[in-house]
């Protein structure tokens, strides 16, 4: 991956690029520029936000894995606290295309996954398709999002996905980023540290429709453990499973699918929904053998 961000700084502008190289060639370097940084950078560029974002663009999509349709997406969502977070679009091969994420959902399932209460803006590398408008639909700061594009410049969200379908409709106060952790307890008490990161994932998921709230937790071949969360959608479709939340959560790590040598599926029981079968037939297919499905209640 490290090699992927080298070979796409050259796309940068030159005013940037060696401001840049520090900060991509830190070792714990996962696709988050923090405040700091970023204000380094407009100051050494002398470029205004939106324009800041377009140009670091190339790194986002860097870590696009696209084998099916060769099509690189990168997308950076600007945080409240001033953190930029990196997403990219993520494919599988020899598997249905459902199971693929698109760049806007992984920008903001990093920023998810670093307990970010709001998200200002998006910036794409292509105008984002309606399934990816729907997904930040969910954002509790989605009637004030903006959505930066190179094509067509800064549009709010709302422009973009007129008369639309969110957690309101649906009776839900809480949306993602706002909602509140909940406090499931496993069935049988477990205190391995990778369970119990799964649980945490699960606590802190987000599932105001089913209720399903589930967290994934893996553990890579040099011991490093990596969660991601369950996050949902009113409607439905463009949900993120917790396997598709920690995959990215992997790819942004620098980590490939070999490197995963456990992994841990923890999620509510009797619920009208459940990730178990969907979670298996693609651990089955990316060959995880050290794999378990846990109840909490």
Same mark, same amino acid.
């Given at each position: 991956?490290?090699?992927? &961000?080298?070979?796409?700084?050259?796309? *940068?502008?030159?005013?940037?690029?060696?401001?840049?190289?520090?900060?991509?060639?830190?070792?714990?370097?996962?696709?988050? @520029?923090?405040?700091?940084?970023?204000?380094?950078?407009? %100051?050494?560029?002398?470029?205004?936000?939106?324009?800041?974002?377009?140009?670091?663009?190339?790194?986002?999509?860097?870590?696009?894995?696209?084998?099916?349709?060769?099509?690189?997406?990168?997308?950076?969502?600007?945080?409240?606290?001033?953190?930029?977070?990196?997403?990219?679009?993520?494919?599988?091969?020899?598997?249905?295309?459902? =199971?693929?994420? /698109?760049?806007?959902?992984?920008?903001?399932?990093?920023?998810?996954?670093? /307990?970010?209460?709001?998200?200002?803006?998006?910036?794409?590398?292509?105008?984002?398709?309606?399934?990816?408008?729907?997904?930040? =639909?969910? &954002? #509790?700061?989605?009637? !004030? %999002?903006?959505?930066? %594009?190179?094509?067509?410049?800064?549009? !709010?969200?709302?422009?973009?996905?007129?008369?639309?379908?969110?957690?309101?409709?649906?009776?839900?106060?809480?949306?993602?980023?706002?909602?509140?952790?909940?406090?499931?307890?496993?069935?049988?008490?477990?205190?391995?540290? %990778?369970?119990?990161?799964?649980?945490?994932?699960? =606590? !802190?998921?987000?599932?105001?429709?089913?209720?399903?709230?589930?967290?994934?937790?893996?553990?890579?071949? !040099?011991?490093? $453990?990596?969660?991601?969360?369950? @996050?949902?959608?009113?409607?439905?479709?463009?949900? *993120?499973?917790? &396997?598709?939340?920690?995959?990215?959560?992997?790819? *942004?790590?620098?980590?490939?699918?070999?490197?995963?040598?456990?992994?841990?599926?923890?999620?509510?029981?009797?619920?009208?929904?459940? /990730?178990?079968?969907?979670?298996?037939?693609? $651990?089955?297919?990316?060959?995880?053998?050290?794999?378990? #499905? @846990?109840?909490?209640?």
């Amino acid at each position: 991956m490290k090699a992927n &961000l080298l070979t796409a700084l050259s796309c *940068l502008p030159e005013s940037l690029q060696s401001h840049v190289l520090p900060i991509i060639s830190r070792a714990d370097f996962k696709g988050v @520029i923090n405040a700091d940084d970023v204000d380094l950078l407009q %100051l050494h560029s002398a470029l205004e936000t939106p324009e800041l974002l377009l140009s670091l663009l190339p790194l986002a999509a860097a870590y696009s894995v696209a084998p099916i349709s060769d099509f690189n997406v990168g997308a950076i969502a600007r945080a409240g606290s001033g953190n930029l977070y990196f997403g990219a679009n993520y494919e599988f091969t020899h598997q249905a295309l459902f =199971n693929s994420v /698109h760049a806007e959902q992984a920008a903001i399932n990093n920023a998810f996954s670093h /307990h970010e209460s709001s998200i200002l803006d998006i910036t794409v590398t292509d105008s984002p398709c309606g399934h990816c408008r729907q997904f930040m =639909n969910e &954002l #509790h700061c989605a009637p !004030t %999002l903006s959505v930066n %594009l190179k094509a067509t410049g800064v549009k !709010t969200l709302a422009t973009l996905l007129p008369d639309s379908f969110g957690p309101i409709d649906l009776g839900i106060n809480e949306s993602l980023l706002a909602a509140k952790p909940v406090n499931l307890t496993l069935q049988q008490e477990n205190a391995s540290s %990778l369970v119990q990161a799964a649980l945490q994932a699960a =606590n !802190t998921s987000y599932a105001p429709y089913s209720h399903c709230h589930a967290g994934i937790a893996l553990k890579t071949t !040099t011991g490093t $453990v990596i969660a991601g969360r369950y @996050i949902e959608n009113a409607a439905f479709n463009p949900s *993120l499973s917790p &396997l598709q939340s920690v995959l990215i959560n992997l790819n *942004l790590a620098g980590f490939a699918l070999t490197d995963i040598e456990a992994m841990i599926l923890v999620e509510k029981a009797e619920t009208k929904m459940s /990730h178990a079968q969907a979670t298996q037939v693609l $651990v089955s297919e990316i060959g995880i053998n050290n794999y378990q #499905h @846990i109840y909490a209640n």
